[in-house]
Structures are given as structure tokens and as C-alpha cells.
């Protein structure tokens, strides 16, 4: 059975903090990483991908994968009231197989 | 278009009839995905089309549910006799072949009373 899992938080950081998301994976087979953000009563949108071990940032998001831990997570700099809302973690074995998700973490930045 | 078109965006059923779920995809995105997504769960995923390949069902819950696309674009998940427990959003995306994530419609909200 392939997880992915994520602390369901409320995490909470103030406005301007760095927020750290963060998700392992249970399937040594995945290739291919992403983020997604959801608002509350929305469709989840993608923020950003990754397929090779180390950072890829992408303005304030920067997303970071550990293969040999089965971790990856995502950094949020300066982060804003609007980057409040849940993120789930999504991971894929190879070409279109489905993304596996993770139940998300909800961010809350506090002005 | 320009996005995943989904229809209706709400739907309201008495428990025992059938109820049909549209998806209108990407223009040229060959894979079509159907998840559903409880309150406060996870996206669960439910059936996978690539092209003019057998679909992937491996997660449909139960012989109730069953998703068809014609022509390689829309897509139709049917619900036959819903229960309570189907109650959810129904998501719908697509890609493009290779390794990017896929993009999701705007989801139907299934309520069985």
C-alpha cells in the first residue's frame, strides 16, 4: 500500500516567518514530487514539482526532495495571510500513473 | 477551454437513485483522472484513463461506480443506487503525457439525503 504522510497540523506561523511543510512517502519506486495547495471550499492547485534530490525554488516556494530518506518537503519565505490554506503532499510512481496524497497540512499565517 | 469544466458543481440525490458526473477536460490532455474528497479526508483516487488504454479502476469502492470517456475528452462517472456514504466532492483532472502534475476541475459536490 503506498502512503504518504503529513502532519494535519494547524501549523501556525506569523506573517514574514518561514513556513516548513513537510511529508514522507512510503513507495521507494516514486519519481516524481508535487505540492499542492487547496482553499478552503476550492480545488487543489499545483504550486510546484520535483523530481531530482535537492531544492527547486520558485519564488517565495522553495520545495526540497531527500530520496535515500523518502522525504520532501515545502518551504514557504515571508509567508502571507493568503498562503493560508491546506497543502497536500502528491506523489507519482512514473509517466501518468495516478498522484498518491497525502491528507494535507493546513497553514495558518497570522497577521 | 481553457480548464477542467465539471458538471454540475452541486447535486443534491435521495439515497437509491443513480446520479451522472461530467467532465470536460484540457483540450489535448490525454489522461483524465477521478478522485473523491470527504469532509476533512484526503483525495481519494478513483479511476484513471490514458488514451485508448483500458482504464485504470483499481480504485472505484464498489461495483456502484463505474466512469466512461468517449472519444478520448469527456468523461461521465455514474453512481448507480447512491448510499449517504458517497456524499462528497467529486474531483476530475488532466494532464498532459509525462511527468507534470495535472490540473483539476472545480469538483462536484454530491450531498445523497
Known amino acids: 500500500q503506498k502512503e504518504v504522510e503529513q502532519n494535519s497540523g494547524p501549523l501556525s506561523v506569523p506573517e514574514g516567518a518561514i513556513a516548513s511543510l513537510n511529508c514522507t512517502y512510503s513507495?521507494?519506486?516514486?519519481?516524481?514530487f508535487f505540492w499542492y495547495r487547496q482553499y478552503s471550499g476550492k480545488s487543489p492547485e499545483l504550486i510546484m514539482f520535483?523530481?531530482?534530490?535537492g531544492d527547486k525554488e520558485d519564488g517565495r516556494f522553495t520545495a526540497q526532495l531527500n530520496k535515500a530518506s523518502q522525504y520532501v518537503s515545502l518551504l514557504i519565505r515571508d509567508s502571507q495571510p493568503s498562503d493560508s490554506a491546506t497543502y497536500l503532499c502528491?506523489?507519482?510512481?512514473?509517466?501518468?500513473?495516478?498522484?498518491?496524497f497525502g491528507k494535507g497540512t493546513r497553514l495558518s499565517v497570522i497577521a | 477551454g481553457a480548464g477542467v469544466s465539471q458538471s454540475p458543481s452541486n447535486k443534491v440525490t435521495e439515497k437509491g437513485k443513480d446520479v451522472e458526473l461530467r467532465c470536460d477536460p484540457i483540450?489535448?490532455?490525454?489522461?483524465l483522472y477521478w478522485y473523491r474528497q470527504s469532509l476533512g479526508q484526503g483525495l481519494e483516487f478513483l479511476i484513471y484513463?490514458?488514451?485508448?488504454?483500458?482504464?485504470?479502476k483499481s480504485g472505484l469502492p464498489s461495483d456502484r461506480f463505474s466512469a466512461e470517456r468517449t472519444g478520448g475528452s469527456v468523461s461521465t462517472l455514474t453512481i448507480q443506487r447512491t448510499q449517504q456514504e458517497d456524499s462528497a466532492v467529486y474531483l476530475c483532472?488532466?494532464?498532459?503525457?509525462?511527468?507534470?502534475?495535472?490540473?483539476f476541475g472545480s469538483g462536484t459536490r454530491l450531498t445523497v439525503v
Open positions: 483532472a488532466s494532464s498532459l503525457s509525462g511527468m507534470r502534475g495535472y490540473t
Open positions: 513507495d521507494r519506486g516514486s519519481q516524481s
Open positions: 520535483i523530481y531530482s534530490n
Open positions: 502528491a506523489v507519482r510512481n512514473s509517466g501518468n500513473t495516478p498522484l498518491v
Open positions: 483540450s489535448g490532455h490525454t489522461a
Open positions: 484513463f490514458q488514451g485508448n488504454s483500458a482504464p485504470d
